[in-house]
C-alpha cells in the first residue's frame, strides 16, 4: 500500500506558521491533485484546501487568507502553509493525493497543535 507521506506538524503559538509537505514516496507519482483535510477530536473531518490538476484552488472559509496549498514543479510533494494559527486549527491534517490516473493515496497525517 502506498501511503504519502506528511510532515511539517508541530506544536505552535497562536499567530504562528507551519509548513507542512505531503509527499509521493520515493517519488513514485505524479500528483495532479490533493487534498488537505484537518479533523479535530471530537469533530467531523473537514476539507480544508484542495488544489486541482490546472492549478485552481479552493479553500475552506476557515482557512481562506491564511492557508495557502501549493505543490512543487516535480509534482511529487504538496504543501500546506499556514500562517495566523488559532487554536481552533489543533488537529490532525492528512492529505489526499491523485495521480493521472484519479488513483487516490493517503497520509497517515501530521498532528498540530496550536496552544500558548
Known amino acids: 500500500q502506498v501511503l504519502m507521506v506528511e510532515s511539517g506538524g508541530g506544536l505552535v503559538q497562536p499567530g504562528g506558521s507551519l509548513k507542512l509537505s505531503c509527499a509521493a514516496p520515493?517519488?513514485?507519482?505524479?500528483?495532479?491533485?490533493v487534498e488537505w483535510f484537518r479533523e479535530a477530536s471530537g469533530k467531523e473531518r473537514e476539507l480544508v484546501a484542495a488544489l486541482e490538476s490546472d492549478g485552481r484552488t479552493n479553500y475552506a472559509e476557515s482557512a481562506k487568507g491564511r492557508f495557502t496549498i501549493s505543490r512543487d514543479d516535480t509534482r511529487t510533494t504538496a504543501y500546506l502553509q499556514m500562517n495566523n494559527l488559532q487554536l481552533e486549527d489543533t488537529a490532525k491534517y492528512s492529505c489526499?493525493?491523485?495521480?493521472?490516473?484519479?488513483?487516490?493515496?493517503w497520509g497517515r497525517g501530521t498532528q498540530v497543535t496550536v496552544s500558548g
Open positions: 489526499i493525493a491523485r495521480d493521472k490516473g484519479l488513483r487516490a493515496y
Open positions: 520515493e517519488r513514485r507519482f505524479s500528483i495532479e491533485s
